[in-house]
């Protein structure tokens, strides 16, 4: 059984960082391109960014709005995948879901962890 | 890129079909065959439901379908359930030179 859970969600002050983790298992995580999406409280869905396997490159995308600020990274040995926000915005508060991005789609998704940015 | 448009909200009784609209452009829904669909019930994660504009993970009832005409998606569910009621989600692969992804701005189905 696919299982994605996300924890490092926190109460953070505007222009702080933080790091998100997702542990992954029930699949070969490092097969599996991996995604994160994002939904602000009473809001649509958003994506965030993306990273290939390793196999397909490893190279990461990222929507626009947080280019620059946002790394998505991946740690294939710990079936881990990691989301560093940097320079948050009050703008950045919602909860953000690890998804495993299959078949040009967000096949399997975590249960997500609350980010909120606020002073 | 924009959002995708999906009418706010739709409605439906039990046994009915009702049918969700997605509206994109050329340079998203009405150029890729890659559409997809999402169920959400309050507080929870989203769901696949429709990948490909029209193909069904395992374990998604035939109730639901999708379809796409020009740069319009849309996904039906036929034989309506009280547990269809959520909030669904469409999406397109919208990438022209990086890679991106759009998502519509969700549709609360009520069945009456």
């Known amino acids: 059984e696919v299982q994605l859970v996300e924890s490092g969600g926190g109460l953070v002050k505007p222009g702080g960082s933080l790091r998100l983790s997702c542990a992954a298992s029930?699949?070969?995580?490092?097969?599996?391109?991996m995604s994160w999406v994002r939904q602000a409280p009473g809001k649509g869905l958003e994506w965030v960014g993306r990273?290939?396997?390793?196999?397909?490159?490893?190279?990461?995308d990222y929507a626009a709005p947080v280019k620059g600020t946002f790394t998505v990274s991946r740690d294939d040995s710990k079936n881990t995948l990691y989301l560093q926000m940097n320079s948050l915005k009050t703008e950045d508060t919602a909860v953000y879901y690890c998804?495993?991005?299959?078949?040009?789609?967000?096949?399997?998704w975590g249960q997500g962890t609350l980010v909120t940015v606020s002073s | 890129q924009s959002a995708l448009t999906q009418p706010r909200s739709v409605s439906g009784s039990p046994g009915q079909s009702v049918t969700i609209s997605c509206t994109g452009t050329?340079?998203?829904?009405?150029?890729?065959?890659?559409v997809s669909w999402y169920q959400q019930h309050p507080g929870k994660a989203p769901k696949l439901m429709i990948y490909?504009?029209?193909k069904r993970p395992s374990g998604v009832p035939d109730r639901f379908s999708g379809s796409k005409s020009g740069n319009t998606a849309s996904l039906t569910i036929s034989g309506l359930q009280a547990e269809d009621e959520a909030d669904y989600y469409c999406?397109?692969?919208?990438?022209?030179?990086?890679?991106?992804?759009?998502f519509g701005g969700g549709t609360k189905l009520t069945v009456l």
């Open positions: 490909d504009v029209s």
């Open positions: 050329s340079s998203d829904v009405g150029y890729y065959n890659y």
């Open positions: 998804t495993t991005f299959r078949a040009a789609s967000f096949d399997y």
């Open positions: 029930g699949f070969t995580f490092s097969n599996v391109w």
């Open positions: 990273i290939k396997s390793k196999t397909d490159g490893g190279t990461t």
């Open positions: 999406c397109s692969y919208a990438g022209t030179y990086t890679f991106d992804v759009v």
